[in-house]
């Protein structure tokens, strides 16, 4: 994007702040308009995919608000739909974002202040420590939890993310006699794993054993910091927690933060638990097994591959208590997958002998078809023009086939996302072309890339249009991969795989 569109936004998030909504949003509207036939692809795509939002009702008040824009110079009524849609997404993002809920909060009351949303601010100021400050605006409730203060941006930060990490961390077991294991989900309706915690029955939580986000990489000079942070605001929350489920007998227990989410089960959790269970079962031979990787297709085929019987696996209950829990330790750093956990996975998927057979030819599509988060603009014309090539888009089956077809091409194009975890299957020396939003671009997949020694070429894709970025989009964690022909290098490049 183009530094006067920068300044541009920029004056309308500081009109916004100072009281003048409607100069924002004059402001926003002239950005749009500059780019309208972007701004109505993202639209378009959202729209699609309203039946499988999970905050539907929200992104509607967006896509009111932008289509009130497009049509004509905004009054009152568009100041309102402003005022609503910060306030409901400071809801959303409260108790995990708190930060993000402020800045949310503070610009709705710019849009028109009433006695609900000065009392949400007053909560705030007071967990801030603003003392009489934040009776300025209502009284605060007479307890309020502290504000998680952090000395880095954690997963966000962009220079620990290239450090080398340490060591990888020793497999090891904890047994814990009626132990406990609860996770904290988000609040918000996608209800992914955001905490983990491991408690012991003198109710000592064990912080080798917990994680919760914001969570640091491996090299961040902060990690003591954030494993105390995180046994903190997991107490803050044990008492919001579901009835505790208690079992009898030895259970395994093996949970990571999303774990929901297949990159992580793939990488983090499946090796985990795979290295672990021949030790366990040695010990325990009836144990069950509990895990947060959900139900799906992914997961139930790792866990008929492992040769775990159905009824032995118990329903992912946020809270349990078993008479012996068995928790092995985390055996990779955040966002580093272990090379013991890679050795182990090659050899459980079958890719041990793959190593000295280059791919022939072909070039294969990691598709995000469907994907909420970060969809790939464009990608059905884009897949379309790769088909007239030697080339396939990865059939989304099993684990296995989609790992065999990863290991036949010479060049995947991979937008990223968790598919990127079959990575581990690619061809040595082959190559991989990653397609990322310029504001996310993370660095989760180079040990494997560097594992498999591929050829990784990194091409940004257009730019999210910057009010879109505000309120149309929770971050830059789902802003879309846009691969509209003509508009970034990574457009570019696709065209030239099919020249």
């Known amino acids: 994007m183009s530094e006067s569109q920068v300044a541009v936004h920029a004056e309308a998030l500081a009109a916004l702040e100072a009281g003048h909504p409607q100069q924002a949003l004059a402001a926003w509207r002239s950005l749009l308009m500059a780019e309208q036939n972007v701004v109505v692809s993202h639209l ?59 800045q949310h909060f503070e610009r709705a009351w710019s849009c028109g202040r009433d006695q609900q949303l000065d009392q949400r601010l007053a909560a705030i100021y ?53 132990g406990r294991i609860w996770l904290q989900r988000h609040t918000n309706p996608w209800q992914i794993s955001h905490g983990i915690a491991v408690v012991d029955q003198n109710d000592y939580y064990w912080p080798q054993l917990c994680r919760r986000y914001s969570w640091p990489w491996p090299a961040c000079p902060h990690q003591d910091f954030y494993r105390t942070l995180a046994v903190e605001q997991l107490q803050l929350v044990e008492a919001k927690l579901p009835l505790i489920k208690r079992v009898s007998g030895p259970v395994l227990a093996v949970a990571e933060l999303s774990g929901e989410n297949y990159y992580h089960w793939q990488l983090e959790l499946l090796p985990r638990l795979g290295r672990i269970l021949p030790h366990a079962l040695k010990r325990w031979p009836n144990l069950r097994l509990w895990h947060n990787g959900g139900d799906s297709p992914w997961v139930r085929e790792s866990i008929e591959k492992l040769g ?38 090659e050899q459980f998927w079958g890719l041990a002998n793959t190593d000295a057979l280059l791919p022939a030819s072909g070039v294969c599509w990691l598709p995000r078809a469907k994907a909420l988060r970060r969809p790939v603009l464009a990608e059905t014309q884009c897949q379309q023009r790769l088909a007239s090539t030697a080339s396939c888009v990865i059939n989304q089956g099993t684990v296995a086939d989609q790992l065999a077809q990863v290991s ?12 990127m975890a079959n990575l581990m299957a690619a061809g040595k020396g082959s190559t991989v072309i990653e397609l990322v939003n310029p504001a996310y671009q993370p660095e989760y997949f180079r040990g494997v890339i560097n594992r498999r020694g591929l050829q990784h070429r990194r091409l940004e894709a257009a730019a999210t249009p910057l009010p879109l970025q505000e309120w149309l989009y929770e971050g830059p964690l789902v802003f879309p991969i846009d691969l509209r022909p003509g508009g970034s290098e990574a457009a570019e490049a696709i065209a030239s795989l099919v020249a």
């Open 126 to 178: 007071a967990r801030l420590g603003y003392g009489q400050g934040a009776w300025a605006l209502a009284p605060p409730p007479s307890t309020t939890e502290p504000w998680p203060l952090q000395p880095c941006h954690a997963q966000a930060c962009q220079s620990c993310q290239l450090e080398p990490p340490p060591a990888d961390p020793q497999l090891a077991i904890s047994v814990l006699p009626h």
């Open 408 to 419: 036949g091409a010479a060049t995947l194009v991979a937008p990223h996302g968790a598919a």
């Open 308 to 345: 775990i019987a159905p009824e032995r696996v118990l329903q992912a209950s946020p809270h349990l208590q078993a008479e012996t829990l068995i928790v092995p330790s985390f055996t990779a750093h955040f966002g580093v997958p272990a090379q013991a956990s890679l050795d182990w996975l």
């Open 44 to 102: 378009e795509s959202v729209a699609d995919a309203l039946p499988r939002d999970p905050i539907a009702p929200l992104r509607r008040q967006a896509l009111a608000l932008a289509d009130s824009l497009l049509r004509g110079v905004p009054g009152a009524a568009e100041v309102d739909q402003l005022g609503g849609l910060l306030r409901d997404w400071g809801e959303l993002c409260l108790l995990e974002v708190p930060s993000r809920a402020l």
